[in-house]
């Protein structure tokens, strides 16, 4: 079946340094969704990328979808401690059900 | 607005026992989900609904039943709870789940089967 992964697993920072999340889909996707989740806490939806190539920008936070519809990126630029979470991408399928498959996610710490 | 609210918080059960987790929404969505979420396994459908009076399957099915009478309500049904079933479940809805939506999730139900 669809696989969708994220590297790394982990990762932990220094406060201001970068950090890069990235989801790579066995499959083409029709569109990524990212989300974030604080520590006992329910995903938050951040973005959501359509189109082949697209690159969005929140603030700190850039999203990349590849050309291909198959991977996708979530750069943080000069970390901070309100980052601390884990951050998860979602594939929507091509085979018209538009069933969600999530990644296994990054949790991101950061050090101040 | 309440957003989606689950019930309830916490439960503990016994092997082989029943029970119903409940979701429901405000934001008159016709697309709602449910998943389960396992540590280092990110988050895995169960099943969904793309409005009332239709429902099916996602990833992981087995061992679940849902119905969707109301666009509001979508509920998960445990027939038999088993020590695999603990996990924290998420509900989620969107408004028209064509993959061009926001998912809304609710606070989660976290669920420990003994």
């Known amino acids: 079946g669809q696989q969708v992964m994220q590297i790394p697993q982990y990762q932990h920072v220094q406060e201001g340094e970068d950090f890069t999340t990235y989801c790579n889909s066995s499959?083409?996707?029709?569109?990524i969704q990212w989300y974030k989740q604080r520590p006992g806490g329910h995903p938050v939806f951040l973005i959501q990328?359509?189109?082949?190539?697209e690159v969005k920008k929140q603030k700190r936070l850039t999203f990349q979808f590849g050309e291909a519809k198959k991977n996708s990126s979530l750069h943080i630029t000069a970390t901070q401690t309100t980052d601390v979470g884990t951050y998860f991408c979602a594939g929507a399928t091509t085979s018209g059900t538009y069933k969600y498959i999530f990644g296994t996610g990054t949790r991101l710490k950061v050090l101040a | 607005n309440a957003g989606v609210t689950q019930t309830p918080k916490f439960q503990v059960l016994k092997t082989g026992q029943s029970m119903t987790l409940q979701c429901a929404q405000d934001?008159?969505?016709?697309?709602m989900s449910w998943y389960r979420q396992d540590p280092g396994m990110g988050l895995r459908l169960i099943h969904y609904s793309v409005g009332a009076g239709i429902t099916d399957q996602g990833e992981v099915p087995n061992g679940y039943n849902v119905s969707r009478s109301t666009t509001e309500d979508f509920p998960l049904r445990l027939l038999s709870a088993a020590p695999s079933q603990t996990s924290v479940y998420f509900c989620?809805?969107?408004?028209?789940?064509?993959?061009?939506?926001?998912?809304?999730f609710g606070p989660g139900t976290r669920l420990l089967v003994l």
């Open positions: 989620a809805s969107s408004y028209e789940g064509r993959g061009a939506e926001t998912q809304y």
């Open positions: 499959t083409t996707l029709s569109n």
């Open positions: 934001m008159n969505h016709e697309y």
């Open positions: 990328l359509v189109k082949s190539g």
